[in-house]
T-cell receptor
Framework: RKEVEQDPGPFNVPEGATVAFNCTYS??????FFWYRQDCRKEPKLLMS???SGNEDGRFTAQLNRASQYISLLIRDSKLSDSATYLC???????????FGKGTLLTVNP | GAGVSQSPSNKVTEKGKDVELRCDPI?????LYWYRQRLGQGLEFLIY????????KSGLPSDRFSAERTGESVSTLTIQRTQQEDSAVYLC??????????????FGSGTRLTVV
């Protein structure tokens, strides 16, 4: 089983749509969880951390289910500018190395 | 500096030549990481430096790859006898180690290496 596994995508949605990305991780000792965004030919940038209680930042909502080892990202009212690859990222805790999923490409169409 | 700085931004080299890639982390960040991203692929961990501890080299793909870091500042990634499969974007990231679990990493804009 891969350490971090994401929906392969790609996702093509119209503007205004709601889209959800899912991710599973294999290491039950993982302690930190993030979603990163990577635009074409750019470096990954932190979108949001994911907390056990779930968290929201504007149109973006992240959820964590430790029992199922599952992370999700929901984007509401999607914009053209949301088009990017979304990376699910998991940290092991005792060291500071993060493991990245392969990413899911999202294209928001006018 | 304000961000993670990598140089050169692009490098074209002939197969068999050695290349050196440089990373200047955010000032005060004790942890520094190198990743590789081949075209259309995910991020592949290469090596991790944390303070004065021995680096975690578990991701280096072969002995042609090596990296050094001077204290808690600049790092260089060296690839000897480059091969075409080394063509990729090499990304450097840094973090305040103990805060990585809260804030993640900050990446540089990468070095795009093309081996011809």
């Amino acid at each position: 089983r891969k350490e971090v596994e994401q929906d392969p995508g790609p996702f093509n949605v119209p503007e205004g749509a709601t889209v959800a990305f899912n991710c599973t991780y294999s290491n039950s000792a993982s302690q930190s969880f993030f979603w990163y965004r990577q635009d074409c030919r750019k470096e990954p940038k932190l979108l949001m951390s994911v907390y056990s209680s779930g968290n929201e930042d504007g149109r973006f909502t992240a959820q964590l289910n430790r029992a199922s080892q599952y992370i999700s990202l929901l984007i509401r009212d999607s914009k053209l500018s949301d088009s990017a690859t979304y990376l699910c990222v998991v940290g092991g805790g005792s060291n500071y190395k993060l493991t990245f999923g392969k990413g899911t490409l999202l294209t928001v169409n006018p | 500096g304000a961000g993670v700085s990598q140089s050169p931004s692009n490098k074209v080299t002939e197969k068999g030549k050695d290349v050196e890639l440089r990373c200047d982390p955010i000032s005060g960040h004790t942890a520094l990481y190198w990743y590789r991203q081949r075209l259309g692929q995910g991020l592949e961990f290469l090596i991790y430096f944390q303070g004065n501890s021995a680096p975690d080299k578990s991701g280096l793909p072969s002995d042609r790859f090596s990296a050094e870091r001077t204290g808690e500042s600049v790092s260089t990634l060296t690839i000897q006898r480059t091969q075409q499969e080394d063509s990729a974007v090499y990304l450097c990231a840094s973090s305040l180690a103990a805060r990585t679990n809260y804030y993640g990493y900050t990446f540089g804009s990468g070095t795009r290496l093309t081996v011809v």
